[in-house]
């Protein structure tokens, strides 16, 4: 954690643990969007989620593009290893659902840039019976990508103290963030002015 992430990480804790709504030792939290504790709580967090997906994109590029002459984003890259996941042919409806994407055009995109390199295939005919699947060259730099992976990210997660156990409660926060951040939308959008 960044100093500026403790120290508002810290603040927030302060907000809440003392009731204030907004300000801590100096620091004004509140703006627009974050009134109360638990508003300015929901904020950081939504920031930090922010970040923290810029950061896992950019990382996603750039090992991919140590092991490989492509330049990919990170969701094209999560893409090549979700149809590699259980080494199983994976449909665009699949692949939609595993990655909790909606926009199809764009998934269609990234499966042409990853066959137009040569990690992809596309198999099959017609609406339902068309898959996609990784090729010996898929498979190799997804291998590659693993290998570097463990190296480097793998290492240094294994690195801090207790983290292990921190992520598995960090990905089981993120599921139920999912599902809320799915109903509120949902709710938008039944509700919507026009």
């Known amino acids: 954690m960044t100093a500026g992430a403790t120290g508002r990480a810290m603040a927030a804790k302060g907000l809440r643990d003392h009731g204030d709504q907004g300000a801590v030792a100096g620091i004004d939290l509140r703006w627009h969007l974050a009134q109360s504790a638990v508003e300015v709580a929901t904020t950081e967090a ?20 140590s092991v490989a002459d492509i330049a ?37 995109y990234s499966l042409r840039k990853l066959i137009a390199a040569g990690l992809v295939v ?7 019976g068309v898959t996609y699947e990784v090729t010996d060259e898929g498979r ?12 480097l990210l793998i290492a240094a997660i294994a690195g801090v103290p207790g983290f292990a156990d921190r992520l598995a409660e960090a990905t089981r926060t993120l599921n139920l963030l999912s599902g809320i951040y799915e109903e509120v939308s949902r709710v938008a959008a039944t509700h919507r002015r026009r």
């Open 72 to 108: 990919a984003t990170g969701p094209e890259n999560a893409m090549l290893h979700v149809i590699r996941m259980n080494d199983r042919p994976k449909s665009i409806r699949d692949l939609a659902r595993l990655t909790n994407r909606e926009d199809v055009p764009n998934i269609q």
């Open 140 to 151: 190799r730099v997804t291998d590659d990508y693993g290998a570097l992976r463990r190296r």
């Open 122 to 128: 596309r198999k099959g005919s017609g609406r339902s």
């Open 46 to 65: 939504e920031f930090a989620l922010m970040r923290t997906a810029e950061a896992f994109e950019r990382w996603q590029a750039e090992c991919l593009a």
